[in-house]
């Protein structure tokens, strides 16, 4: 259950932090050209930070644009805020919502009357959806998607001319009006030589399709290319200012899209909690949890934390992590059940029940990131905020103050 709610319950939950998000936006800005919107990508719930919260945030801070992988991922939007309040911008109007991904032609309609944008990415997915609006009498918004060198979604880009003519034949379809045309880049994260030439020519291809449409008297509004690594690493388009928008995605929570450091500052966003629900001594040679996969070397204090793999918390993780008691780290031991998992806390003192434990975050000196985790657990940070379940409650904090939660409603839980 959605509710502003500030109740929820201790066991395992991922404050919020909105002023990092809104930090993060900002340093977002300053790397853009002034005419550069932010398109902020706020699919599978907002990267797992609970996408109704997260762009009521960056609407009130000046953002316009929403982007999703679905339908219902918009229509879930246009249902408004927590408290079921519709999202405004600042200027009355509702934010434009983007799909990026597939929606079957049947829900022409309902993309309609939600006024949500649908990418189209195929000259066939084209037609069928002017054919469908044509017999509901409907004109639907939509962007263009080119594929200039990922291969995964668009008209493929083969040179400009082919591309252009594709433009040209969905422009001239009466019941789509073409807001928008974009590309995505595939390796715009790496630091590697050919990766670079790899994103110059996606740019390139992208660039010459402008001016050859703009030759053939075709006008589209709104460009786009760069995601998070598009914004971090691409200079030369940022010179070129080009670009009306920018998908911003993983920085705007405060990670990096690859290996490579940023070249400006963001603040993770999410962090992870739990607590300590039981304490307690071995002797030597005692196993624990399922399989005995670990066996205690002498007298061990092993203290049980109520998270698990049913949380998001990858069972890959066991033996491998950390979690910081008391500001400091102790290893996950054995192996991570669904909903526990146990932690060496031999030589930390003073550790009572209920007392709170910092899985992802900053606890005094010591900090857990994701990229360490995901590094870990042998795969990228996208992968691990997206995994944490719906029922850890997602605490959002501003000021300092916990403003709302993802949690039930305060009869409840007051
Ligand atoms: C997910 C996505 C983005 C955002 O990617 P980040 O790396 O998180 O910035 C941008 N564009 C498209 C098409 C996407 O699917």
């Not at 900002?26 to 005419?35: A, D, F, G, T, V």
């Not at 992590?321 to 031999?346: F, S």
């Amino acid at each position: 259950m959605l509710t502003s709610s500030a109740h929820y319950l201790k066991r395992c939950w991922a404050p919020i932090d909105l002023d990092s998000l809104t930090f993060n936006l900002e340093q977002i800005k300053k790397q853009l050209p002034s005419h550069t919107e932010v398109m902020a990508v706020v699919k599978a719930d907002a990267y797992g930070h609970g996408d109704k919260m997260i762009a009521k945030t960056l609407i009130e801070n000046g953002v316009d644009f929403l982007a999703v992988s679905n339908i219902e991922e918009a229509i879930g939007l246009r249902e408004g805020d927590l408290e079921g309040n519709p999202l405004t911008t600042s200027r009355g109007a509702a934010p434009l919502i983007l799909v990026l991904g597939y929606t079957p032609e049947a829900h022409a309609k309902m993309l309609y009357e939600n006024n949500i944008c649908q990418t189209v990415y195929s000259l066939e997915y084209a037609h069928r959806l002017n054919d469908i609006c044509a017999r509901l009498g409907i004109k639907l918004t939509v962007h263009i998607k080119i594929d200039t060198g990922m291969n995964r979604l668009g008209i493929p880009h083969r040179d400009e001319i082919f591309a252009a003519d594709a433009v040209a034949e969905i422009i001239a379809l009466p019941f789509l009006d073409v807001a928008g045309i974009f590309t995505h880049l595939s390796s715009a994260d790496s630091p590697d030589n050919s990766d670079l030439a790899y994103t110059r020519i996606q740019i390139k291809r992208f660039r010459h399709l402008k001016a050859m449409t703009s030759k053939m008297g075709i006008d589209i509004p709104l460009w786009h290319i760069q995601n998070s690594a598009g914004i971090a690493f691409c200079e030369e388009q940022q010179e070129e200012a080009a670009w009306e928008y920018a998908r911003a995605g993983i920085v705007l929570y405060g990670l990096p899209p690859g290996e490579a450091v940023l070249p400006f500052t963001v603040k993770p966003v999410m962090s992870i909690k739990t607590v300590v629900s039981h304490i307690k001594e071995l002797e030597g040679g005692q196993p624990v949890s399922y399989g005995r996969r670990y066996v205690s070397n002498g007298n061990t204090m092993v203290a049980t934390l109520p998270i698990g793999y049913a949380d998001g918390y990858f069972r890959i993780l066991s033996g491998k992590a950390e979690v910081i008691i008391k500001g400091q780290r102790a290893l996950v031991i054995g192996n991570i059940c669904m909903d526990q998992l146990m932690v060496d806390v031999t030589g930390i003192s003073g550790i009572s029940i209920g007392e709170e434990v910092t899985v992802v975050g900053k606890e005094g000196e010591e900090e857990i990131t994701f990229e360490e985790l995901a590094h870990k657990a042998n795969t990228i940070p996208y992968e691990l905020i997206c995994a944490i379940c719906k029922r850890v409650p997602r605490v959002y904090i501003k000021g300092g103050i916990q403003i709302a939660a993802t949690a039930r409603p305060d009869n409840i839980m007051a």
